[in-house]
């Protein structure tokens, strides 16, 4: 007999360590959903779709068709629109949601963060106060890099598992084709080689991508980050864990 039919919304190591977790469970039937801005995603358990679902009313109505019975967004902490659609598709039709919601990273002693709203208000500060020449690593993947053509003084260096589209790279802009995790002593020799002066990151959370705030305060230099969008009023768990003990409680 089939289990009751549960739809992560994916892209994360959350949400593939959840899939993971339910693969063998019979209470379960699991569909991961992948944005598919990633052209080779890792191998998943259970049944994955991949694209969009046509607004609320696109979500709502597959969740209607499927007959999913619960939701766990476990979506990156900046997939604003998705996250905002599954709330309001699920509220619509009285489904159970649940997202998990890593920790944001939290500057310490030493640190030196230039919070910001966004990637061109990023842009805005690395072109007020480096000066030309200086290199800047860039973690923040391929589709906002574009805000970063107004510092056509700085070199930038691009770390991204999709490399973006040409015409949106700054003049001078190395590409690394790279997937975390990144330990402290590469992040290190990362900002030595190029010679970094400063690094522009989300703030995502997690250990996959933590070490460059390590290194980057042993550089003593900055990092801008830009700051979560607000998530919609969804109940939240921090982990793979909580979202296990949800799954398990009575509707």
Known sequence: MAGRRLLILGGTTEAAALARALAEAVDWDVVTSLAG????????P???RVGGFGGIDG??????????????DATHPFAATISANAAA??????????????????????DRWIDVADAVEAADWLAGALPAGSAVLLTLGR??????????????????????AAEDLPPDCLLLSERG????????????????RAIVAKNA?????????????????PVVMIRRPTPPAT????????????????R
């Open 89 to 110: 598709a699920c509220a619509l039709l009285g489904l159970p949601l649940l997202r998990i919601e890593r920790p944001a990273w939290t500057p310490g002693p030493g």
């Open 59 to 72: 979500l709502a109505e597959y969740l209607r068709t499927k007959r999913i019975e619960r939701v766990v």
């Open 205 to 221: 959370g997690g250990e996959a991508t933590a070490a460059k705030l390590a290194a980057a305060r042993e550089a003593a230099i």
């Open 143 to 164: 589709q906002e890099v574009a805000p970063f053509k107004r510092c056509p003084a700085l070199r930038f260096v691009l770390r991204s598992i999709e490399p973006p």
């Open 181 to 196: 995790p990144f330990t402290l002593e590469s992040e290190r020799a990362l900002i030595g080689r190029h010679g970094i």
């Open 37 to 44: 801005r990633t052209r080779a995603p890792a191998a998943l």
């Open 46 to 48: 259970g049944t994955v």
């Open 235 to 250: 109940p939240v768990v921090p982990d793979v864990a909580g979202a296990l003990e949800w799954l398990n409680r009575p």
